[in-house]
């Protein structure tokens, strides 16, 4: 009997090992979380963020910006369409035009240096400052989202066509009364075309609140008021500050990554990655990619993140981050890619 008693009592403990490191595989397979030693969670499928950024390298210039305002602002967004093999810019124009942007569009493949191969035209009351979610449809094309140009507490879900304004558009609410109007929400939609993240700022707050929908709910019921219908939503308070507004907003489906910083290159840049529930994950508090190259350009004052999105190149996924350098009316645009896995 005694025998049986130990025969069993081993065969559970190697059952609840088995167990415990079959949850362990699903949790990494999944993205799943775990401390490391600076306080911070990690995946064990996932570079630690200060090496992902020392591998980071130039991925593209976009060096003809059609448009009103493309050399004299730059860029504010940028997304990769991986199918149709196209990259995406949102410009903003210049105060006489409205602040209003227009979409430039380039050929993803071929040198890193792009040219506008068609921008839509003319301009619209759409396109608001920033945020460019790239969301695929099921016949092969994409829509595009955007901060919405009369209302920055919604946003725009529109086609594009070369030549042509916006066209197909529908707009969501998507934070009340309660946040300001003209703080750009800059929606993006997840890398595996999930979820869509967004952010605005309380008013009388200085923090950012960051909220995640289920993007196939928000495509299968509409333009509309989804202010109240969430499903995550958290305060950004460790990034967010006078020296250092939102400027980017990318995401997988398991992780956000959110970038933070002025225009002024002696001002540190501020770049966090989180959990869908707000967990801060890893964080580098003085971002410093593509800052070597911003120096050279004009007098060397300007580095201003503009833009994060995710790619795949050769099977691997990639942080690329937008950075607008160099002096007014002959600004800079490239986009640094640095690896996630």
């Not at 289920?214 to 509309?224: E, I």
């Not at 607008?324 to 490239?334: E, I, P």
């Amino acid at each position: 009997m005694r025998v049986v008693v130990v025969a069993y009592l081993m065969l559970m403990l190697l059952s609840s090992a088995s167990s415990a490191g079959n949850l362990q595989q699903q949790q990494e397979e999944e993205g799943g979380l775990k401390h490391s030693s600076n306080g911070f969670f990690l995946s064990g499928h996932y570079l630690d963020l200060s090496e992902s950024l020392a591998s980071s390298s130039l991925f593209a210039s976009l060096d003809n910006i059609r448009g009103p305002g493309g050399k004299i602002n730059g860029i504010q967004y940028f997304s990769f369409d991986e199918r149709n093999r196209d990259l995406y810019s949102l410009n903003l124009n210049i105060a006489k035009n409205g602040n209003r942007s227009t979409i430039n569009r380039y050929p993803l493949d071929g040198d890193r240096s792009k040219q506008s191969e068609g921008f839509s035209t003319p301009l619209g009351n759409v396109v608001g400052h920033q945020g460019l979610g790239l969301e695929y449809l099921p016949e092969g094309g994409v829509r595009l989202w955007s901060t919405y140009y009369k209302d920055f507490r919604q946003v725009a879900r529109y086609s594009y066509s070369d030549g042509a304004p916006v066209g197909d558009v529908q707009i969501y609410r998507l934070f009340g009364v309660g946040f300001r109007p003209y703080v750009s929400s800059t929606p993006t939609i997840s890398l595996d075309q999930k979820f869509i993240v967004a952010a605005g700022k309380k008013k009388g707050e200085t923090y950012q609140t960051v909220r995640v929908w289920r993007l196939a709910d928000l495509v299968a019921n509409g333009g509309g008021d989804y202010s109240k219908s969430w499903l995550y939503e958290w305060d950004l308070r460790d990034l967010i500050g006078p020296q250092h507004p939102l400027q980017g907003i990318a995401s997988d489906g398991k992780r956000i990554w959110i970038i933070a910083g002025s225009s002024k290159i002696n001002e540190p840049k501020r770049l966090g990655v989180y959990s869908l529930e707000g967990r801060v994950l890893d964080k580098d508090d003085n971002m410093t990619v593509g800052r070597a190259q911003a120096l050279l350009d004009g007098v060397g004052k300007v580095y201003e993140p503009e833009g994060l999105a995710l790619i795949e190149v050769d099977r691997k996924v990639y942080l690329c981050i937008g950075i607008v350098s160099g002096d007014k009316g002959f600004r800079h645009a490239r986009i640094y890619k640095a690896p996630l896995r």
